[in-house]
């Protein structure tokens, strides 16, 4: 019989047993899983913050594009055409500021301009109240985000660059669908 054919011989273990080997892996995994947690825990929170902030921001500053290319760009498309204009000032929503500002609070006051971004939308609601209950008028509030825009980006309160990428696209949707009529 060759060395091939003959069953294997297994050197006998004399150190520890298998039960011991068990436990001592058992125990030192759940060590590391704890240290690991305990050490982790403050960096995955942290993360998080941060993910959910950067989200947050790019998603307010795209509605805030949208309110405003809704109202001011294609406004003046229309020539401010009061029932085209009733609609969109009726229809102005910051359903998504309000969403962030409520449910993860802590991540929006990661956003730097977060209090400017919070004035934009109470003045979006102002704006949209004041229309409702013919306190402005339609060249009034086209004139207000124009002005109100203009003032945020020009003294950097607002991220200048981002809200017009956001409104880069809506213009570019926009031609899509033009070229699709």
């Known amino acids: 019989m060759s060395q091939l054919d003959s069953p294997p011989k297994l050197p006998h273990n004399h150190g520890m047993s298998d039960l011991t080997k068990i436990l001592l892996s058992a125990a030192t995994g759940w060590a590391l899983g704890l240290i690991s947690g305990i050490l982790l825990e403050p960096f995955k929170a942290w993360y998080v913050r941060q993910f959910t902030a ?32 009733k609609l969109n000032i009726e229809e102005m929503r910051t359903e998504v500021f309000d969403f962030y500002y409520e449910q993860h609070r802590d991540a929006v006051y990661k956003i730097p301009e977060w209090k400017h971004l919070q004035g934009f939308s109470e003045s979006i609601k102002e704006k949209m109240m004041e229309f409702k209950n013919n306190n402005a008028s339609i060249a009034e509030i086209v004139d207000g985000f124009e002005q109100e825009i203009a003032l945020l980006t020009r003294f950097k309160m607002f991220d200048s660059k981002l809200f017009n990428n956001q409104l880069q696209k809506l213009r570019a949707r926009q031609k899509a669908s033009e070229l699709t009529l």
Do not use: C, H, T
């Open 54 to 85: 950067k989200r947050a921001r790019k998603d307010i500053y795209k509605e805030f594009a949208d309110v405003y290319f809704r109202i001011v760009v294609l406004g003046k498309q229309w020539e401010l055409n009061p029932s085209y204009m």
